[in-house]
Every structure is written in structure tokens, then in C-alpha cells.
């Protein structure tokens, strides 16, 4: 079956502090990954995505992913965070127009 | 990226009433989607909506209880009909990407209370 999974309910990290959020995916094909990050009272935004090639993917506001295929991952790095980085960042698979998405990390940001 | 709006924004209704949600696009798509966030949960997709056609409901929900209009490559509706407690949520549309890459587009949602 198809499925995501974020071991991560919630991180608390302080600001300027190094941040990994982790997924683990698993998809019977070649899957296309997504991170998407939502701010409180808002919807969601794409952060970054994975269709092929290069496996380590930059996304908008400095945030990175890396595709293990080997441990069916897809972790999302940012290498100093920023108090306005607090929010529910949800990884999702897809293939043929339809996500399936992770329960979400909640990320706090101690000043 | 498409930029998608939602109205209303948000709403307090009673049960046993329906509430429809309308979603605009700025440019024409394909494939536009439903999804329902529950308090605190992830995002579940209900049915995918393609101009010309009925929509594609997911399993667990039918489309007497969560009507779809896809009247044109720009706009679709939901309705939340004969609404519960249970029904309260926050309910987003989302468009396909043009990449070819799958990617979803969010508009802001639609937070819905029903008391």
C-alpha cells in the first residue's frame, strides 16, 4: 500500500539551529516526492519537489531534500532556521495527479 | 504556479444545513482537487474534479453527501451537505501543476464549523 510516514509529531529547534525533518515513503513505482510547509491559518505551499535526477533537490526559503532510494527517504534539511520557519510541514508521494500525505511535523522555533 | 482563491474563508453553519465552497483559478487547468483537513490531521483527498465529466470520489466518501460542480477549466464547488459536528474541518481545493510533474497547488482553504 501506499503510504508516508513522518516519525516526527513535533521538533522544537532553536533559531539559527540546524533542522531535519524526516519521510519515509512507500510507493510501488518510481515516485515523485513533495514537501509542502503550512502556516497557521494558511494553506499549503510547495517547498521543494523530486521527479528525477539529482538527488538532492534545493527548494524555496533555503530548504533542501535528499532522495535515498535505498532507505526509502526523503528528508527535508535547512542549515540555520529562522523564527518564521514555525509551522506543519507535511511530505507527500504522488503519481498520476494524486498525493498521498504524511501526518506533518509541527516545527517550534525557540528565539 | 496558479493562484487559487476559496470562498468564504470561513464559516460557522448548524447541522443539518449544506454549505457550498467555490474555488477560482487564475488560469485554465485540467485536474482541480478536494481535500479535508480535520483538527489537527493531514490532508485527505475527497474526489478529483475534471471539467466535462463526474468527479472522482475517494473512498469513504459519495457524492450525495459531497456534491462537486466543475462547470468550467477555471472553477469548481463543493458542497457539505446535510452537515454534522463531525463535518467541521478546513477544506482545500488544489490544482494540478503544468510540469507534468504531479505537484499540487493549494488554495488558502475554507475553515468550516459546524455547530
Redesign the interface.
Known amino acids: 500500500a501506499q503510504s508516508v510516514t513522518q516519525p516526527d509529531i513535533h521538533i522544537t529547534v532553536s533559531e539559527g539551529a540546524s533542522l531535519e525533518l524526516r519521510c519515509n515513503y512507500s510507493y510501488g513505482a518510481t515516485p515523485y516526492l513533495f514537501w509542502y510547509v503550512q502556516s497557521p491559518g494558511q494553506g499549503l505551499q510547495l517547498l521543494l519537489k523530486y521527479f528525477s535526477g539529482d538527488t538532492l533537490v534545493q527548494g524555496i526559503k533555503g530548504f533542501e531534500a535528499e532522495f535515498k532510494r535505498s532507505q526509502s527517504s526523503f528528508n527535508l534539511r535547512k542549515p540555520s532556521v529562522h523564527w518564521s520557519d514555525a509551522a506543519e510541514y507535511f511530505c507527500a508521494v504522488g503519481g498520476y495527479n494524486k498525493l498521498i500525505f504524511g501526518a506533518g511535523t509541527r516545527l517550534a522555533v525557540h528565539p | ?1 496558479a493562484v ?1 482563491s476559496q470562498k468564504p474563508s470561513r464559516d460557522i453553519c448548524q447541522r443539518g444545513t449544506s454549505l457550498t465552497i467555490q474555488c477560482q483559478v487564475d488560469s485554465q487547468v485540467t ?1 482541480m ?1 478536494w481535500y479535508r483537513q480535520q483538527p489537527g ?5 475527497i474526489a ?1 474534479a475534471n471539467q466535462g465529466s463526474e468527479a472522482t470520489y475517494e473512498s469513504g466518501f459519495v457524492i450525495d453527501k459531497f456534491p462537486i460542480s466543475r462547470p468550467n477549466l477555471t472553477f469548481s464547488t463543493l458542497t457539505v451537505s446535510n452537515m454534522s459536528p463531525e463535518d467541521s474541518s478546513i477544506y ?1 481545493c ?1 490544482v ?1 501543476g503544468t510540469s507534468g ?9 475554507t ?1 468550516l464549523t459546524v455547530t
Open positions: 504556479s487559487i485536474m482537487f490531521q493531514s490532508l485527505t483527498l478529483t482545500l488544489s494540478g510533474g504531479h505537484e499540487q497547488y493549494f488554495g488558502p482553504g475553515r
